[in-house]
């Protein structure tokens, strides 16, 4: 037992090189790509089909290889930390399995622009998320890995649709597509993909339920790399379904109450998890507004910026559900601060940014959004609920950091909280990126910026947020007001989504399901079907049998009307 856990260990070790290397690589290409302005595409051509070209196309952009690295870079540090998190583990060698299709169908997804090659990365992420969720094993998560696949299973069906319409177009190259026709539902066949996967509403309550995966799947899976994959697919079709005319309306107006709905939820929740996954939601939400106003590099921008944070919180949450006896309860937990400082400092960082505090890595991408909606955003009311969403991710990040660091410990004393020295550069190792991809990619990829000229009072409206956010995270915190349990109830199903999307369904199904048992397959089915069938003529021959054993002439004419019936029926 001793030698098949360090072997898995030094599996996780070996990936973990071989993981940061790749993303190494990549990061350099990425470089040489932009330096020299120029994208890499190598065709293959297997075979030619009645004017359909079945080819495979390997697709070098700035953005793809970028988002590459990103990607190898979080599996990597999510191996790592893996090896505390699942050190008991008695399968780790299927999580490393997973682990390993989970990056090769991300891979496939960014670098072949093929709508044949798009479905098997699409659907083996649906797949593989599906399995990472149920790992556990138990109800909890075998209801929340249905919900998860069956949400998916809506993108993957919308993909085989617009594969199909486009075979018209005699070929499957994203970068190639022109009007049809058709167009029009292809564009809405891509978004709806597109927001299965990246849970918009309304199918936003899968991803707090596939919290109960374990904590280094949520850090790669479920916060900066499977969520994202729709944002992604939105950016790559984005010259062919803008020119759908509601695209840009419809995408803005479900993006910007997606994420006031995971800001209010994340504002009354105690699962540490579910705050974090809410607050995931909530950035997706803001990627999307970003994307319906037409700003594609600041949407891949905040995209990348986002990944990285979002998993330093993840795993900086993960440790403490570690060693808090696998307690996600926020109430639980306390006085950060003083037992694990490089845990803390690193959450904080990570909240910070999530938050847009100056000259951290999200408030290069924030601040430029928020600006460009104020001078472009013409909806008041969507201007409204965008200051709030932001208001609002404030205030549940306060209260959760007031939580986690200042707030009395709640378990047991016996509790040992220690960190370790692979951990902490793990952490380290994180928190950079965390603290300088905003800068860094700017300088990269903005270089040409309209210039916003914004008043005096609208300059000073984000401040009057930030401080109205701070004190609302103290009443939250202190409970000084006490909500009414509709609110929480309210709140806690996300507005009941989640009831829409599992039970309102789930009782017509069972109801006819209940009425297909009763009257179709125990009922006429038994008496009908095989068994039955055969009772009937088994007592049909018995009785005719009975009557004509002692009688020869009764015989005779009955073979002779078999025979005639027979002649009749074949003839």
Known sequence: MYNSMFNSQMINKNLYKMFMLLSLNMFLLSMYIIYNSSIIIIDWEFFNLLNLSFNTTLMLDPKGVLFSSVVLFITSNVMKFSILYMSEEKFINRFNILIVLFVLSMNLLIFIPNMIVLLLGWDGLGIVSFILVIYYQNSKSLSAGLLTILTNRLGDIAIIICIILTMNQGHWNLNCMWNM????????????????????????????????????????????????????????????????????????????????????????????????????????????????????????????????????????????????????????????????PVTSSCMIISILSMSGFPFLSSFYTKDIIMEFCVCNMNNMFMYMFMYMSIGLTMAYSTRMLYNIMFNSISISPFNMMS??????????????????????????????????????????????????????????SMKFVKLPMFLINFSSSMWFMVTMSTQMFMNSFMNISKWYLKYTDQSWLELMGGEGSFYMLNKYSTNVLNNIVYNPIKILVWSILSMILTMIILL
């Open 419 to 476: 960190e370790d020295l692979n951990l902490m550069k793990t952490l380290i190792l994180m928190t950079m990126p965390s603290m300088m991809s905003g800068s860094l990619i700017s300088w990269l990829f903005i270089s040409n910026i309209d210039h916003m000229m914004l008043s005096f009072n609208e300059m000073m409206l984000p401040l009057m947020i930030v401080v109205l956010s701070f004190i609302m995270s103290y009443i939250f």
């Open 181 to 340: 026709p058709e167009y029009k539902i292809q564009c809405i066949m891509i978004l709806l993909a597109a927001m299965t996967k990246s849970a918009q509403m309304p199918f936003s309550s899968w991803l707090p339920a596939a919290m109960a995966a374990p904590t280094p799947v949520s850090a790669l899976v479920h916060s900066s790399t499977l969520v994202t994959a729709g944002v992604f697919l939105l950016i790559r079709f984005y010259n062919f379904i803008s020119k759908f005319e509601l695209f840009n309306n419809i995408l803005l107006y479900v993006s910007i109450l997606t994420t006031m709905l995971a800001s209010v939820c994340g504002l009354l929740e105690n699962d540490m998890k579910k705050i974090v996954a809410l607050s995931t939601l909530s950035q997706l939400g803001l990627m999307m507004t970003t994307l319906s106003l037409g700003m594609l590099n600041m949407c891949f921008f905040h995209m990348v910026v986002h990944a990285m944070f979002k998993a330093l919180l993840f795993i900086c949450v993960g440790i403490l559900i570690n060693y808090n006896s696998h307690s996600q309860d926020l109430r639980w937990v306390g006085n950060l601060t003083k037992n694990m």
